[in-house]
């Protein structure tokens, strides 16, 4: 199929973004990588009336890591943040999901905010972001505001961006000393979307586990943080007892929000989910 008729502007600064936005009336959509966006105009999906082209503003492109800040610009690409020395450094649990997304050639024009902003329940980086409790600038007309990853997400596809508005980026805390992470997902091939998978973050010293969060996509319409999951983690050590009481735990965490797609049933996603857990607890152990 092939999209149907819209109006096209490249915009030169945010402020012209604003103003194109309002004009518009809710009825734009933004354009930065687009390897999400075109497919939903050519399956007729989405039906914009103008699509307002963002590339041209390089001050939202760009990582830069300040004290115990990581920042990551909204036209960052996929490609960029998976060959960074300073996001393998400070966060290595999004050098770790890069390869995970889709293939190369999508990374090569896919941005970091286009993958939260368009917000699939599928997404590596939405997960990774909860994981670690990142925070993400978003701008309109009126000014500039922050919001949690946990509160972001909203719905399937839904976040809190409001019309007029646009998402500038993403900060992160740069890993801290005896933290670990691990990322995992299962994928009928690589490159596809995930049937599940977790974003994992936690403190291991002393042979045991503190502060941890594990984000699991591809399981809801929105990244789930296992809550149950992460306390039968706290103040306890690696052990089959401790693997067991997590996966149990795990269970219990995303069966409100377990639903099946084409291909997996709830049960098999669960399933899944709990051999994930075990290998991730496994994972964070190492140094």
Do not use: W
């Amino acid at each position: 199929m092939k999209a149907g008729a819209f109006a096209y502007a490249r915009a030169s600064s945010l402020a012209e973004v604003f103003e194109l936005l309002e004009q518009c009336g809710g009825e734009a959509k933004i354009l930065a990588g687009g390897q999400s966006l075109i497919a939903a105009l050519n399956m007729r999906l989405a039906a914009p009336a103008m699509l307002i082209d963002i590339n041209g503003l390089a001050d939202l492109a760009g990582i830069v890591a300040s004290g115990d800040t990581v920042r990551i610009g909204a036209l960052t690409r996929h490609r960029s943040v998976e060959r960074s020395a300073e996001i393998a450094r400070h966060l290595p649990l999004l050098h770790q999901a890069m390869p995970s997304v889709a293939h190369a050639a999508i990374r090569n024009r896919g941005t970091f905010g286009g993958s939260i902003a368009f917000a699939d329940p599928a997404a590596e980086l939405p997960a990774c972001s909860v994981a670690l409790d990142a925070t993400f600038r978003i701008a309109g007309k009126s000014g500039e505001r922050s919001v949690p990853a946990r509160q972001f997400f909203k719905g399937l596809y839904e976040t809190d961006i409001q019309a007029g508005e646009v998402l500038l980026g993403g900060e992160f805390r740069a890993l801290q000393p005896g933290y670990r992470s691990a990322f995992l997902e299962l994928a009928r091939r690589h490159g596809d979307y995930a049937i599940v998978g977790v974003a994992a973050h936690a403190k291991f010293e002393g042979a045991r586990f503190s502060d941890a969060s594990l984000a699991f996509f591809g399981i809801g319409a929105i990244p789930v943080l296992a809550v149950r999951a992460t306390a039968a983690l706290e103040g306890n050590p690696y052990s089959p007892d401790t693997v067991a009481a997590v996966q149990s735990a795990v269970s219990m965490d995303l069966e409100p929000y377990a639903s099946g797609d084409l291909y997996h049933a709830a049960a098999t996603k669960l399933h899944l989910a709990r051999v994930l857990a075990g290998r991730v607890v496994r994972a964070l152990t190492a140094a």
